[in-house]
């Protein structure tokens, strides 16, 4: 088996993994969910949240908590918790020199 098949079916798995715990974790909240690989589907929810995410008038990025807060043109928020997200929207610090 090649590496690149090897890292594929390693990624396949890490995602089949994660799909299914927060199936179970749903369950637990008696709250029905739906996960799909497949890439027709997967093609056709991107194309959703594209549309969703063009709805997207004002966002509010605050990596120290892990969130982002989306506002929409209807005035609705969408809250995104991610380890990620956050720090990929947020500018880095710039440090003007001191004068004197």
Do not use: C, Y
């Amino acid at each position: 088996m090649s590496d690149d098949t090897h890292t594929q079916d390693a990624a396949a798995a890490r995602v089949g993994e994660a799909t299914s715990r927060i199936l179970e974790l749903e369950a637990e909240l008696e709250a029905a969910g739906d996960a799909t690989t497949d890439q027709g589907d997967i093609a056709g929810l991107k194309q959703i949240l594209h549309d969703w995410v063009e709805s997207v008038t004002a966002v509010v990025a605050t990596p120290g908590v892990g969130r982002v807060v989306l506002i929409h043109r209807n005035g609705r928020e969408s809250r995104i918790a991610s380890p990620d997200l956050p720090m990929l929207l947020s500018k880095p610090a710039k440090f003007e020199p001191r004068e004197g």
